[in-house]
């Protein structure tokens, strides 16, 4: 899959609809416009959102804006199942049978008014998935034109070797951080980039910002303060640049829905940390130098 073809930094819609602000349809039409305005073209989502009903937001309000739709990039996400009013599910549960897959990209194509999914992803990885029916789905969306391409989300690396037996997965994406830095040790990115695999990543800021101190977070706020300075850059846009310096051309996914933090992340395109600032912001987060 070419990486270019997603912009740097990708907007995250769960918090757009009934799981966050809850914008209204022209709140929603003007993040959308503002969004693509600061570069941010690729725009990531998963029909369960909102119990299922954050699409069909987006759609409605994407449909009232001048952009034209090739100069943006629709991605979603399916296999999980929630036990919601909307739905006939008992309890939540995964399921990535071909029919299964077909009609949830089906139905995300629908909700968000449009002809094609530029990624299609399986959310979870299922205990009783079968890698040739996903490729049996794959291919007769990517033959009806439905989707571009196809990936996965948070997968191990034996998990995505499953899938290659059988079928191309374009993309995987995961939680990775300063403060979740798993991926970097565990084989992850290694396979990412053998493979020329785009890597994801959500909750790009971990929880550096949230209410609860830990050790680690304060070794990491020290470091960020420092490297403020000698960066005149934002913590928020230092936590990018650390994860954009990764080799495997890492694209992270922006959760916010404040303008102007979107924005300061978008410029965070624009910081260059030095390897050895790198390595600080790493041995903070684990609490010891590399052996």
Known sequence: MNKNKFSKLIAGTMSWGVWGINFNGVEMQRMIENTVDLGISSFDHADIYGGYTTESAFGDAFSKTDISRPNVQFISKCGIQLKTPNRSSTLKHYNCSKDYIISSAEASLKHLKTEYLDLLLI?????????????????????????????????????????????????????????????????????????????????????????????????????????????????????????????????????????????????????????????????????????
């Open 123 to 291: 959310h979870r990885p299922s205990p009783l998935m079968d890698p040739y029916e996903v490729m049996e789905a794959v291919y007769h969306l990517k033959k009806e034109g439905k989707i571009i391409n196809f990936g996965v989300s948070n997968f191990t690396p034996s998990q995505v070797d499953l899938l290659l037996r059988e079928v191309t997965v374009g993309a995987n994406q995961i939680e990775f951080s300063v403060v979740q830095h798993q991926a970097l040790f565990d084989g992850c990115l290694d396979q990412l980039l053998t493979h020329k695999i785009t890597p994801m990543a959500w909750a790009p800021l971990g929880t550096i910002f949230s209410v609860e101190m830990t050790p680690q977070k304060t070794r990491i706020l020290e470091v960020l303060e420092t490297l403020s300075r000698l960066y005149s850059a934002r913590p928020d846009q230092l936590l990018l640049a650390w994860i954009l310096k990764h080799p495997s051309g890492i694209h992270p996914v922006i959760g916010s829905t404040n303008l102007e933090r979107i924005k300061a992340a978008s410029e965070a395109i624009s910081v260059n940390l030095t390897t050895e600032d790198w390595f600080k912001l790493l041995e903070a987060s684990q609490g010891y130098e590399v052996p």
